[in-house]
């Protein structure tokens, strides 16, 4: 036979085993619905063999529908896989091998998750997906947002609709060298994309001009310093990170907001008096859906956290959250008015988007520039699950009360989890000083617990709510803070905190001595000045 005839005989041969496995393959036809409405809903679908663990992929059965296929698989931790579609609100389909599969359905926050298991044989299968919301946030005037995320912008719209994210950010310019501009960097989103808010529908916009500075290359060498995001400015950052003064300025210029990002990146704490952020990114692209990925990772906590484990606060999801919380609650005694918000490096890390997000509070109805505003204000709470919102004394959360005298505030709280019992603590200066639960939200129940609980200020000072599931204290929500301002009695931080910024200011300088131009250098004497006053002031 010549070698011709061979590879003749070998293509057919291929083509016959294609078309044999076709033929063993039979159409599953999807239907996802409102089970209240029963009108069809964009969702994220997983669909999964039982026999061989294989993941399967749909597609719209209309040509103007969409699904969107998304694969990641974590760097740090080989069981974190996110294999998931994001459908469009129309029938979809797969076609599978005959065999047992289980399809899991989920929507944001506001739906309670759905397995369903079935069967395919010989004939064609159709499976109803009916979901059941158990909140409905758009109806007490909360709108979500996921403010960090690496999403393509030509998928951005099947995400934001199957996970109900009302305002996306991407981060459209992103570099990792010091010397780098963002607008300059070979890691930025291909496009050009302007600088106005994306419309997907009314109550759904992402917004183009979003900057992620992550320096992993000082000096001219691999060193790490961290991350900052600056979102909603109006031109491309064409300045590298230095000095941080001139980025902070321009973006604060541009109406842009500050993002400090992690918690525990190197710089992260040192370069607050300087680079004066706005946002503290309480719920982070480290939460992910599936288990804990990142271990052992960047800046350990300090001993006066007095973690579990190995007290690191790193080594555990538990401790990882619980660490960013008491970085925040420190920076808020020293008088850094933080606002919370949350992001999730979709598009990068094996999370979807919004796992993570953001609730922010729009009087009379949705716009995008009411919800920046918002964010901005603190009239907002994160989450990674649970839902907690309330007033004080018939205040959203960003309000500061002005006193002479003692000051009482009485909180009207709504919260409830899928599932799960909450703790619902009332943090004061960092300090849990009363907590009330709420009973678990089943299948069918369409409202939020409503708890009441009051907190009183002899000194100034802030209180937030934080919501933990009971159960496992996995998933939390955490609303931004309230403030109250007594005449001549100012908040003071504790002197473990103010000490530690010292400490860690001190500590970049000696590791960036030699590494970064003097004209870098000095901005941090510069932080480490202002801790040092802060830390004067300590009790």
């Not at 400015?233 to 990170?241: A, I, M, N, Q």
């Not at 599936?290 to 690191?312: L, Y």
């Not at 400490?503 to 941090?524: C, D, K, M």
Request: charged share 20%.
């Amino acid at each position: 036979m010549t070698t011709s005839l061979l590879r003749a005989s070998l293509c057919l041969l291929a083509v016959c085993a294609a078309s044999q496995a076709a033929a063993q393959t039979v159409p599953v036809y999807g239907d996802i619905t409102d089970a209240a409405t029963g009108k069809p809903v964009a969702a994220r679908l997983y669909l999964r063999s039982d026999a061989d663990g294989k993941w399967h992929f749909p597609k719209s059965v209309p040509p103007f529908g969409s699904a969107v296929r998304y694969e990641r698989k974590s760097g740090f931790n080989t069981n974190c896989i996110e294999f998931h579609t994001t459908l469009s609100a129309h029938q979809w389909v797969a076609e599978l091998p005959p065999g047992r599969y289980t399809a899991v359905v989920e929507r944001g926050k506001e739906y309670l998750a759905l397995t369903n298991q079935f069967t395919v044989a010989a004939k064609p299968v159709e499976v109803k997906l009916p979901l059941k919301r158990w909140v409905n946030m758009a109806e007490r005037g909360w709108f979500s947002g996921d403010a960090h995320n690496h999403r393509a912008p030509a998928e951005l719209e099947s995400a934001m609709l199957a996970e109900d994210v009302n305002v996306a950010l991407p981060m459209i310019d992103w570099t990792t060298v010091d010397t780098v501009p963002p607008a300059l960097s070979d890691k930025n989103m291909k496009g050009s994309y302007g600088a106005r808010p994306v419309v997907v529908d009314p109550t759904h916009v992402w917004f183009p001009r979003n900057t992620e500075y992550e320096i992993f290359r000082s000096g001219g060498k691999n060193h790490t310093l961290g991350a900052l995001l600056i979102v909603g400015h109006k031109e491309r950052f064409d300045v590298p990170v230095f000095p941080l003064r001139r980025v902070s300025e321009r973006a604060h210029a541009e109406g842009g907001l500050i993002d400090l990002e992690k918690h525990n990146w190197p710089w992260s704490v040192a370069i607050v008096p300087v680079l004066k952020p706005d946002l503290f990114e309480l719920a982070n692209n480290h939460h992910w859906r599936v288990e804990f990925g990142v271990r052992k990772w960047a800046v350990p906590a300090p001993k006066w956290m007095n973690f579990n484990g190995d007290g690191s606060g790193t080594d555990t999801e538990a401790a990882w959250t619980l660490y960013g919380f008491q970085t925040y609650y420190a920076l808020l005694n020293c008088g850094f008015r933080l606002k919370p918000t949350a992001g999730t490096a979709n598009g990068v890390h094996p999370v979807p988007l919004g796992f993570s997000r953001v609730y922010v509070h729009c009087e009379g109805g949705f716009s995008y520039e009411k919800w920046m505003k918002g964010l901005g204000e603190g009239r907002s709470f994160v989450t990674t699950g649970p839902m907690v919102v309330a007033k004080a004394n018939g205040k959203h959360a960003g309000t500061e009360f002005k006193s002479k005298q003692p000051v009482e505030l009485n909180f009207d709280i709504e919260g409830g989890f899928e599932g799960s019992m909450l703790k619902i603590s009332a943090i004061q200066n960092g300090v849990e000083v009363a907590s009330v639960a709420s009973l678990p939200v089943e299948p069918g129940v369409r409202s939020l617990q409503k708890l009441q609980t009051k907190v009183r200020f002899t000194e100034s000072g802030w209180v937030a709510l934080r919501a933990e599931e009971a159960c496992s204290g996995r998933r939390f929500a955490h609303t931004a803070p309230w403030w109250v301002e007594i005449e001549g009695k100012p908040l003071r931080p504790r002197r473990e905190q103010a000490d530690w910024f010292v400490q860690r200011t001190e500590e970049e300088i000696a590791r960036n001595t030699g590494v970064l131009p003097a004209e870098a250098l000095a901005e941090f004497h510069e932080a480490l000045a202002a801790w040092k006053k802060i830390q004067a002031t300590a009790r």
